[in-house]
Structures are given as structure tokens and as C-alpha cells.
């Protein structure tokens, strides 16, 4: 079992069927999101407030509140994007192995503090 | 909070009630010459949520949003922000 962050694209492409988002692979892992990502899951899909079923989707993820630490560190890096450094810091501050996200540039990074981003899970059994 | 606190002098002699505060769920707020000067917190071990994945592709299949690549994920939201905090939002 391992500690998983989803990006804002990664998480919002599982619950609209991005190609390449995989749900089967998060299977038993814990997965954590930045409460961001909810706020952009809503605008993306024009979801009212109170949605019950969207509610019980984003139940089954462990939620990373944003505080002023985490806006701090973000406001200083490491990319010029600060929602990108927000989800960065987040899987940080929740001590996640892996960073999932289909953003190219962050690929590029390999890692963050422990974090190893990665496009897909595979099969391969994770540390932690 | 609900109002416990402890003491820098009393992080030395009453640490065990510290510990089981703490593993009770509670903050408690430390105190140095007569001032909060931060809070100690439990950390969060036992809550560990994992992800049923046939369970997390039932409730994906009920919500039954739209197929979207990351494109059009990234289009809806600036849409999105341009509408409700209007044009110049990129």
C-alpha cells in the first residue's frame, strides 16, 4: 500500500475518463488530493452545491487541506505555476511515495522531496 | 481548540499527559511566559483511507460526466473562471 497524490488533472480525469487515467491501479493505495482539486472538479463539470454523489466520489480520497504553509512554500517554487507548486507541496506535506499527473513539464522533475512523479502506476509493487 | 494548553516548563514533568492528549485526537496549545506561542498537534496516522477500486468506478460510472481530454478539462475551467470572475482571467 502506498500514498498516492493525484494531481488536479489526474484526479479530475478519473471521474471524466481521460485516456490514460487508470482507476484499477489505485487499488488498496491511499490516495490524496489537494481540497483545490475539488474546487476545480465543480467549475470543470458546472457541479451545484449540494451533489451528493460527487460528495461521495471525492469521500474515497484523502483530502490535503491547504494552509498558509503550504501557500508559503508554493509562493517560492519550484515551478512558475502556483497551482502546480500547491499540488507539489501538498503530496509533500502528506509524505506521498508518488506524485501522479499527465503534466509534462512536471514529469520532467522525476521528484519532489520524496514524491517520485509518474505519469501511471504500474503493477510494480511501490515502497512504502 | 478546545481551550488545553501546557506549558514550556510543563513539557518536562507532564510529557505522559501530553502523549494521551495527542493520541486522543486533541491539540493542545503551548504556553511560554504567559503566552501561546504555537500548538502541538496529533499527527495523523490513523486516519488511512485506500481506495476500493471497484467501489471508486461505481460511483465514477454514477456520476456519468462527460469523456473529457486534459484540453478540454483545462478549456472548461478557464471558461469556467472567465464567467464567473470575468474577461482578463487566463
Wanted: net charge positive; with cysteine; glycine share 4%.
Amino acid at each position: 500500500m502506498a500514498k498516492v497524490f493525484l494531481d488536479a488533472n489526474y484526479f479530475i480525469g478519473l471521474v471524466n475518463r481521460t485516456p490514460k487515467t487508470n482507476v484499477e491501479a489505485l487499488n488498496k493505495h491511499s490516495a490524496y488530493i489537494s481540497c483545490l482539486s475539488c474546487h476545480i472538479l465543480f467549475y470543470v463539470n458546472k457541479i451545484k452545491v449540494p451533489d451528493e454523489k460527487t460528495n461521495s466520489f471525492i469521500n474515497d480520497f484523502i483530502v490535503v487541506n491547504l494552509t498558509e504553509s503550504i501557500l508559503k512554500k508554493a509562493l517560492g517554487g519550484p515551478t512558475p505555476d502556483l497551482e502546480d507548486n500547491i499540488q507539489l507541496h501538498s503530496a509533500a506535506a502528506s509524505d506521498c511515495n508518488v506524485f501522479l499527473t499527465s503534466d509534462a513539464k512536471l514529469l520532467q522533475m522525476k521528484f519532489f522531496g520524496k514524491s517520485e512523479l509518474i505519469s501511471s502506476l504500474s503493477p510494480r509493487p511501490i515502497n512504502g | 481548540m478546545n481551550g488545553l494548553y501546557i506549558t514550556t516548563t510543563e513539557l518536562r514533568t507532564k510529557s505522559a499527559e501530553l502523549v494521551s492528549l495527542l493520541a486522543a485526537g486533541s491539540d493542545v496549545n503551548l504556553v511560554h511566559r504567559s503566552q501561546i506561542i504555537g500548538r502541538v498537534i496529533p499527527k495523523d496516522t490513523n486516519r488511512i483511507k485506500t481506495i476500493s477500486a471497484k467501489k471508486l468506478q461505481r460511483k465514477i460510472n454514477k456520476l456519468d460526466f462527460p469523456r473529457l481530454t486534459a484540453v478540454e478539462i483545462d478549456r472548461r475551467y478557464r471558461l469556467a473562471m472567465m464567467e464567473k470572475h470575468g474577461q482578463g482571467i487566463s
